[in-house]
């Protein structure tokens, strides 16, 4: 039984040693090799600059204000967007339309691009708005209040004048 016991406390001060000299290799220990593995909030946000518009801040891209142009635009269904009457993109589980279909939100094919509430590219910087959602809004988002371009007409009749009443 001694012996055991010796065989263990040695088993436990290799490992104990082990883990020390891990955690020191992780934190430098003294290399010639020096790597920044920190990232700042900036770098990430940096990282993105691709996917927004050129000069738009994330915090403008998520929550606007969007250009003029989209300010109370009318939709590929005819709904005029209201600036004070919006959904967060949180709060529409907003993201990529492929990353919703592989999350089994939605089903292929249904995006921004080819929603009711959709507001096209009218600057050329490739993205869009919504008459729903706060700030731009890329073809090839989706959201949890899609809905078919056909099935919005079928609402108002299909008649534009229906909704200036």
Not at 73 to 78: I, R
Not at 122 to 146: I, M, Q, R
Request: aromatic share 6%; hydrophobic share 30%.
């Amino acid at each position: 039984m001694a012996r055991f016991g010796r065989t263990r406390r040695r088993f436990l001060e290799l490992v104990g040693s082990g883990a020390v000299v891990g955690v020191a290799g992780c934190l430098g220990g003294g290399g010639e090799q020096e790597t920044e593995t920190t990232t700042t909030a900036e770098e990430t946000d940096d990282d993105h600059d691709e996917e927004r518009p050129e000069g738009v801040s994330a915090e403008e891209f998520e929550h606007g204000p969007v250009p003029e142009a989209y300010r109370t635009a009318l939709s590929q269904a005819n709904e005029q967007r209201d600036p004070e009457d919006l959904f967060t993109k949180e709060a529409v589980k907003f993201q990529e339309a492929d990353d919703a279909v592989e999350a089994g939100l939605t089903e292929a094919g249904r995006d921004c691009g080819n929603c009711a509430e959709y507001i096209p590219d009218k600057n050329g910087d490739g993205f869009g708005a919504c008459a729903k959602v706060e700030g731009y809004v890329d073809p090839a988002d989706w959201c949890s209040l899609w809905e078919s371009i056909e099935e919005a007409e079928g609402e108002t009749g299909g008649d534009e004048t229906a909704s200036v009443a």
